[in-house]
T-cell receptor
Framework: GDSVTQMEGPVTLSEEAFLTINCTYT??????LFWYVQYPGEGLQLLLK?????DKGSNKGFEATYRKETTSFHLEKGSVQVSDSAVYFC???????????FGQGTRLTINP | NAGVTQTPKFQVLKTGQSMTLQCAQD?????MSWYRQDPGMGLRLIHY???????DQGEVPNGYNVSRSTTEDFPLRLLSAAPSQTSVYFC????????????FGPGTRLTVL
């Protein structure tokens, strides 16, 4: 079946550090890939997305590239801020399906 | 637009009680879903709907009922609450199409004693 695996957290970094959160997927069809972010006490918000192989999604300094050959969609940011502290979810949606499939989430804490 | 709204924000129930979690969206989205979020488990799909009058089960449907009489509303019913249903519940909606963003409500934190 379709599934998403994220690197286990929690991840703790210092401000201005480089961030990578790994995400790999297994899919029976051709998925679209998403990163969602959940700030404390809130619901999930879309951070970025990519709809086909080699697409790069970007938003708020975050980037992720859809790598079909490695079935990955790793999230990166060059210089994190305290305000980036949140839980990050990788997700996929198979074309024609109704349901998003989520990874288990990675909690990120940025210290000043 | 209010987006996706959920009520209540917090709820405490005793085992065996029933209640309905309300969800509404004003974006005319066809697809709506209910998830529960538990520590270390990510989001798990409870039930979903692809339009008014059409619902289907997700990964963890037991103990929950849904109905979709209008495009806007998608209530989640707990008929006889159990401690295992203590969780944070999120409602979400999106428009039809593979690339469309899913919008989430702010969540309902439910505790069953």
């Amino acid at each position: 079946g379709d599934s998403v695996t994220q690197m286990e957290g929690p991840v703790t970094l210092s401000e201005e550090a480089f961030l990578t959160i790994n995400c790999t997927y297994t899919a029976t069809g051709y998925p679209s890939l998403f990163w969602y972010v959940q700030y404390p006490g809130e619901g999930l918000q879309l951070l970025l997305k990519a709809t086909k192989a080699d697409d790069k999604g970007s938003n708020k300094g975050f980037e992720a590239t859809y790598r079909k050959e490695t079935t990955s969609f790793h999230l990166e940011k060059g210089s994190v801020q305290v305000s980036d502290s949140a839980v990050y979810f990788c997700a996929l949606l198979i074309q024609g399906a109704q349901k998003l499939v989520f990874g288990q989430g990675t909690r990120l804490t940025i210290n000043p | 637009n209010a987006g996706v709204t959920q009520t209540p924000k917090f709820q405490v129930l005793k085992t065996g009680q029933s209640m309905t979690l309300q969800c509404a969206q004003d974006m005319n989205h066809e697809y709506m879903s209910w998830y529960r979020q538990d520590p270390g488990m990510g989001l798990r799909l409870i039930h979903y709907s692809v339009g008014a009058g059409i619902t289907d089960q997700g990964e963890v449907p037991n103990g929950y009922n849904v109905s979709r009489s209008t495009t806007e509303d998608f209530p989640l019913r707990l008929l006889s609450a159990a401690p295992s249903q203590t969780s944070v519940y999120f409602c979400a909606s999106r428009d039809r199409g593979a690339y469309n963003e899913q919008f989430f409500g702010p969540g309902t934190r439910l505790t069953v004693l």
